[in-house]
Each structure stands twice: as structure tokens, then as C-alpha cells.
């Protein structure tokens, strides 16, 4: 092997479980990195196809890159470890710390079913730190020297601390993007706009379409929130503990500031999403200039009166006593477990009740059953009837449209000789390349899982 060599183990054909591997000549072996080793998440199997043995051996693996900290980047980490894996785990510092959150808290659900329904998860707490052990973390824009390149992190503007990783080779440059990040995001920084690559491994989840503007996301999001008040019914919001709660938070503090909304009781129900947003105020210069400037007279932008943050299960039960309109955000985002699915099953059959999706849907998920206009779906195994009204915004999206996805491209089009379409459904993977193709006269690929790719670098 004289050449790199891009072999992708996840995020093919699917939106979520990336693990894509670069294999980097030597004169002896060759030095293997994963950018990223994430969790199946959300399709049919998941379960089973997440506990199978790595595809490739773990010890052999040099070093492991990782581009943000949700679970379908990150949730095979401490596996990876627990199997074999003796290198190191590199990413900036606040993914590090939002990473430990999270991964102790998948540990938490695999001991809670090991418990409850005797099936054994992929690692527990001791895994979680050992692998955090082997964690460091890296400063954006700041080139580091690697057996046979040179690696630069670059903000991706998905969620804090995500990055995208070049990697410089004598012939050329190649870029992991991991989660492009929506061009209208509330608190994120602008993504980085690299020039010059030769190779581009991209995600795709939303290449087929747009997103609401800002403009028509705020008039959608008021709206929504202020019939339900008038109606006096309960909004109900999965959402993501890490980035969208917080997105949620800073939205919800500015419209009640404005008095745009009535001030409601808001419910953070989720004790991962309280912990994250502790990070959140810890890394205050990662936001926007927007965010910035409003912190220099408003010390959170995350906090505000009548918001609730409920810990304990019995806090979380207490909800439903409380009468009148309110907002009741809990995770997960998809609908897939959590408290959320406790507070659907009373309040889907309300037609007073409002449902707001504000992320993508995965097609299977008790989330996109219930988006796509199911009248009864089954929660705990319970038939529950589905009155509520419910609304998508798609403007809440952390990750990057269609059009933001031709524009980041557009940046580097020229130099590039071959862009690899990942992290999306078949359908939005082909009409982006379709696109790129069009617009920019560029080769792209659908990368097969297992492939191995040879690069001309």
C-alpha cells in the first residue's frame, strides 16, 4: 500500500453510526485512524448490529478522531476501548467534555435494560473512563504533525466544540466534515469554509431539501407556541439533550424577554440536558457574536423565570398536576425512549395538546410515526390515540440544507477531485450528488460500506 485509504465502516446509507477509517502509509504498517465511532441509531436492528464485533481489529486502530459528541459519532468509543484499542482519542475540549456526559449516560441506559430486561450492554461506567483516559483534547486552526501528514481542526458550526479534521498529505488535502452546521444556527459560530482540497468526505442528511428561513422558523415557532397558550394546552418538544434543548432554551429566554410570548412554565425534563447545559455557560466564548453581545447584559442566556428543571422521576411526574398551559421538553429527540415518551402517552390523545418536532425524524422512530400523521401509536405497549396537533420546524436543525451544502462545496469545488456522500438516507445522498454534479461538474460517491478506497494523495 503506497497510497491513503478510506475504508467506511458507518454513516453509509444511513444517517447516523459514522466510522470511517484512513488508512495512512508507512514504511512498516500502515497508521490506521477512525474519524469517528458511533452508535446505529433509530433504524430497525440498531440494537443488534451495534453489538456485533468491530469489522476491523481494534487494537491495530493508531488513533481515533472525533468530530462532535453525539451518540451516532461517539457511542462506540468506550467499546472500541473495552475490545482493544490502546491509541488515542482526539477532539477540542468542550466535545471531551460533552462526550464523558453522554457516554455515561448510554452506560446508565445499558445497566437500567441489563437490570430490567437482562440484556447486556456495550459497556458500562468503568469502560466509559477508561476511555476517557485515553481522551486529549486539540485547539481549532492550530496544524498538528501526524505520521504522514499534517491534521488541522477546523469549526464545523454544528453543535459546541464540533469540528471538521484536514488532513494535509503531500498530494493533496482531504476534509471529514462529521456534521456541517445549519448556516442559521441561534448560538453557533459560522462554519469554517476550507479551500483547496483534493478530497471531501461530507454528511448529506438534509440534501434534499431546505429548511425553513430564520425569518419564517421565528414566525412558525411563535405562532405555534402562542395558539397553544391561547388554547391553554400543553406543548410538548422531544428534544435532543445536547445542542437542541439548548438551542430551545436561548429561543424560549428571548421570546418571553420580548414579551412576544406570555411567560408559561417551561419543564427542562431531562438531567442529561440540565448537566449539558452546565457546559454550555462554561465555554461562553464559543458562541456567535450575537450571543456574545446579549451575555454582556444578560448573565444566561439559558435561564429564565418559571423554568423548571426537573431531576428526579417523581419531579417529572409532578408535571401533569401542574394545570394550564405549559412547555414540557424532554428527551429523546426521536421519540425513541425517555421521559418524553411517558408525558406523549397523556398528552397525545389531548387535541388542546401541541407536539413540536424541531430535528430530524429517523424513518421508524415512534417520532417519525407520529410526524408523519399516524393516528395511534403504540407507546409502553399501550395503543395511544394521537389528537394533538403536530408541528415540524425544520429550521431548529443543527445540521446544514441543501442549498448550505452546495455552498460550503462551492468554496473549494474547483480543487476538488472527488467528494464522498455520507451520513444521510439513499434518497438525500443521491440528489445532493446530483447537484454537486450539476452545479459544480464534480465526481462524487456513494461510498459502499466495507469499500476500500484508494486516494490519490
Known sequence: MNKPVLTCWGGVESVTGANFLLEIPTSGKPFKILIDCGLLQGSRGAERVNAERFDYDPATIDAVFITHAHIDHIGKVPKLVKDGFKGTVYSTEPTKELSV?????????????????????????????????????????????????????????????????????????????????????????????????????????????????????????????SDAIRSGGTILIPAFSLERSQVLLYELDQLFKSGTVPKIPVFLDSPLAIKITEVYEKFESEYNDVVQNILKTDDDAFKFPKLMETVGGRESRDIGMVKGAKIIMAGSGMSTAGR?????????????????????????TLGRQIQEGQKSVVIDGQRIDVRAKVVSIDGFSAHRDSDGLVEFVSHTAKSLKNVFITMAEPKSAMYLAQRLKDEFNLKTVLPERGVRYELDL
Open 340 to 364: 418524553i415518551q411517558m408525558h406523549e402517552a397523556s398528552y397525545l390523545p389531548d387535541p388542546k395538546a401541541t407536539i413540536i418536532f424541531v430535528g430530524y425524524q429517523v424513518p421508524g
Open 101 to 225: 456526559l453522554m457516554l455515561l449516560d448510554m452506560a446508565k441506559i445499558a445497566e437500567s435494560n441489563e437490570r430490567n430486561y437482562g440484556r447486556k450492554g456495550l459497556y458500562n461506567a468503568v469502560d466509559v473512563e477508561r476511555a476517557m483516559k485515553q481522551w486529549k483534547s486539540l485547539p481549532y486552526h492550530q496544524p498538528e504533525s501526524l505520521v504522514g501528514c499534517i491534521v488541522e481542526l477546523l469549526n464545523a458550526g454544528h453543535i459546541l466544540g464540533s469540528a471538521m479534521y484536514k488532513f494535509t498529505f503531500p498530494g493533496g488535502s482531504i476534509l471529514f466534515t462529521g456534521d456541517t452546521g445549519s448556516a442559521i444556527s441561534p448560538i453557533q459560530k459560522e462554519i469554517d469554509k476550507p479551500e483547496g482540497l483534493k478530497y471531501l468526505l461530507m454528511d448529506a442528511v438534509y440534501g434534499d431539501r431546505n429548511h425553513e428561513s430564520k425569518a419564517d422558523r421565528e414566525r412558525l415557532f411563535t405562532a405555534t407556541l
